[in-house]
């Protein structure tokens, strides 16, 4: 997955950057600067624990893509 679909999860969940920071255990300033494009080739692992936290906040609201989400 792309950091570009996952900002539109981040949008279609109405997940802050704090609450991806809290449910995926990075820094803020670090899920802020991969959301907004400062870091350009973030680590593996980042970026897998941020997908994860939007995977499990998609779970929760009982989802299967943005598009399912109104925005």
């Known amino acids: ?3 570009e679909e996952m900002k539109k999860w981040k949008r279609a969940l109405g997940m802050t950057s704090e609450d991806i920071s809290d449910a995926s255990g990075i820094p803020l300033s ?3 600067k991969i959301f ?6 973030p ?3 980042t970026v897998g624990a ?3 936290a ?3 906040q998609a ?8 598009e399912s989400c109104a925005e």
């Open 1 to 3: 997955m792309t950091i």
């Open 30 to 32: 670090t899920v802020q």
């Open 36 to 41: 907004s494009g400062v870091t350009k080739s």
């Open 43 to 45: 680590r593996k692992t």
């Open 50 to 52: 941020i997908l994860s």
């Open 54 to 56: 939007l995977e499990r």
């Open 59 to 66: 779970e929760n609201a009982a989802l299967t893509s943005p």
